[in-house]
T-cell receptor, first 115, second 117 residues
């Protein structure tokens, strides 16, 4: 079975600072994908970044980067130069081997950016 | 707007009534997923379609729930004889499989909030 653990229920960060949101995972699949989504109060799940288990380099998308440490089974999201609009819930999710298409989500971290 | 579209966005219904939600995926996507999210939790998988075929259903999908995707485009999720425990947000998502680069990103809609009173 796959499991995602996000140990930070809430994070408070000053605007313009960098922030790291933690995510650890557990799976026996040799091939898997890791995702981060942002969910503002409107409810939409906004895709941020993807990391494949065989990708050699850490994924980056603009201000978002994924610190992938395969041996430690961690996939932390780093947001550089945080902005007020980054305040939202953030979910880490995993997709297993290619035959299993469902995403398994963690419980989320509520990020609040203070001006 | 070319994203995943869901309607209605909000639905309040009395216990015992039937409700139906509709999802229009991104047009070129062949896979469509339904998830349920309750307050304070991450989304939980309910079911998914590849084209018109329903390939997997979660144990969360009781007999009162039925999902269809008759022509491989839009999908409906019907809940019969609603119960208060059905109150949640129902999220639809879509993807193209296989995808270039193998990333297989899954894109979500804005969700449909259900309140059963």
């Amino acid at each position: 079975a796959q499991k995602i653990t996000q140990t930070q229920p809430g994070m408070f960060v000053q605007e313009k600072e960098a922030v790291t949101l933690d995510c650890t995972y557990d799976t026996s699949d040799p091939s898997y994908g890791l995702f981060w989504y942002k969910q503002p109060s409107s409810g939409e799940m906004i895709f941020l970044i993807y990391q494949g288990s065989y990708d050699q380099q850490n994924a980056t998308e603009g201000r978002y980067s994924l610190n992938f440490q395969k041996a430690r089974k961690s996939a932390n999201l780093v947001i550089s130069a945080s902005q007020l609009g980054d305040s939202a819930m953030y979910f880490c999710a995993m997709r297993g081997s290619m035959g299993a298409q469902k995403l398994v989500f963690g419980q989320g971290t509520r990020l609040t950016i203070n001006p | 707007d070319t994203g995943v579209s869901q309607n209605p966005r909000h639905k309040i219904t009395k216990r015992g009534q039937n409700v139906t939600f509709r999802c229009d995926p991104i047009s070129e996507h062949n896979r469509l997923y339904w998830y349920r999210q309750t307050l304070g939790q991450g989304p939980e998988f309910l079911t998914y379609f590849q084209n018109e075929a329903q390939l997997e259903k979660s144990r969360l999908l009781s007999d009162r729930f039925s999902a269809e995707r008759p022509k491989g485009s839009f999908s409906t999720l019907e809940i019969q004889r609603t119960e208060q425990g059905d109150s949640a947000m129902y999220l639809c998502a879509s993807s193209q499989y296989p995808s270039a680069g193998g990333g297989h990103t899954i894109y979500f809609g804005e969700g449909s909030w259900l309140t059963v009173v």
